[in-house]
């Protein structure tokens, strides 16, 4: 059996750590290195993981000064040495024949990437997410797909040929949040082969007060994140072969950037947003986009107040669960 490298990047996750380790350590498949990194937590995740590692020699554990889940998902690409790599955050857990399943698919299949589908925990309910691809995708077309948000650009919930990772020499961007969408996306351009498991193998707890559910101004890096991957694809030379992907995704950004201003009840993130979007809102290109879509570019068109207020209004009528209670 190869060697498969599981992540865990851990910042003040005591209350989670248990149920997250615990579903590692009963996987099937028994050959695994287990990186547990403790990003200058403050509270006790260093004692339980330090715990944890006296038990198990296939734990590892590395601590620093805090200094952002990238960094430490970097730190943990650096050191890991198995042929094959998992990401994990410290409050998701996986089913017990995760690792089994996915490097089952991995292998027969001679993919770089395997793919399942997930579930997410909600404080109230769980919900069942499932991607519908089957068999296997070439890189550029699972990139494609990613572009166009038909696959989840978080690094959970798959598993990738480590030297694919290393060979790439890309690496998450240190010091921003939503970091996912430039690295993962990347690696899946460079992938040869991309395969889907069609069974939800990883839980992932969406937490109240993340940064999803709760006002963050970091959000906006998500317009950081896609300026970086179009200059990758200009300096690869690929920019033009994705082109209106691109373009429809940037677009689709701005407008989800300008709704989440609108729910977390911020006119001026909305502001900003449009101020730092690189395609003034009179240039968006209306056929990439749906009938909703076209209509909130209409609105953002007459001024960001009149978009604010419509939506408000809208939301107030027929979703009022969207507003997060201050």
């Not at 050959?31 to 715990?51: A, P, Q």
Request: hydrophobic share 35%.
């Amino acid at each position: 059996m190869q060697l498969v490298s599981i992540i865990v990047p851990i910042y003040n996750s005591e209350v989670y750590l248990d149920k997250t380790i615990t579903s590692i350590l009963s996987q099937t498949y028994k050959n695994l290195e287990i990186l547990l990194i403790n990003d200058g937590s403050i509270d006790n995740s260093l004692d339980i993981i330090t715990r944890y590692k006296n038990k198990d020699s296939r734990i590892k554990v590395f601590s620093h000064q805090n200094s952002g889940q990238s960094f430490t998902r970097n730190k943990g690409i650096e050191n890991c040495t198995g042929d094959f790599l998992v990401f994990l955050d410290s409050d998701d857990w996986i089913e017990e024949h995760f690792i089994e399943k996915m490097y089952t698919k991995i292998s027969e299949g001679k993919s770089d990437i395997v793919v399942c589908d997930y579930y997410i925990s909600y404080p109230n309910e769980t919900k069942k997410m499932s991607y519908n691809l089957s068999g296997y995708f070439k890189g550029d077309e699972s990139f494609r797909l990613m572009l166009n948000s038909e696959i989840s650009h978080t690094c959970w919930g798959k598993m990738y040929k480590t030297s694919l990772i290393k060979k790439s020499k890309v690496f998450f961007p240190v010091g921003k949040t939503n970091e996912d969408l430039f690295t993962v996306s990347i690696w899946f351009l460079l992938a040869k082969k991309v395969t889907f498991l069609n069974e939800a193998l990883i839980t992932s707890r969406d937490r109240e007060g993340s940064i999803t559910n709760s006002f963050s101004q970091k959000f906006i890096d998500l317009l950081f994140i896609l300026k970086l991957l179009k200059d990758y694809l200009i300096e690869k030379k690929l920019y033009q072969k994705f082109e209106n992907d691109y373009k429809k995704k940037y677009q689709k950004m701005i407008l989800y950037l300008a709704n989440y201003g609108v729910r977390m009840k911020r006119i001026d993130f909305i502001k900003e947003v449009i101020r730092m979007s690189n395609v003034p809102i009179g240039q968006f290109n209306k056929e990439l986009l749906t009938t909703k879509e076209k209509v909130a570019v209409s609105l953002l068109s007459k001024g960001v107040i009149v978009y604010y207020l419509f939506t408000r209004i809208y939301y107030k009528l027929y979703a009022k669960h969207v507003f997060i209670v201050k």
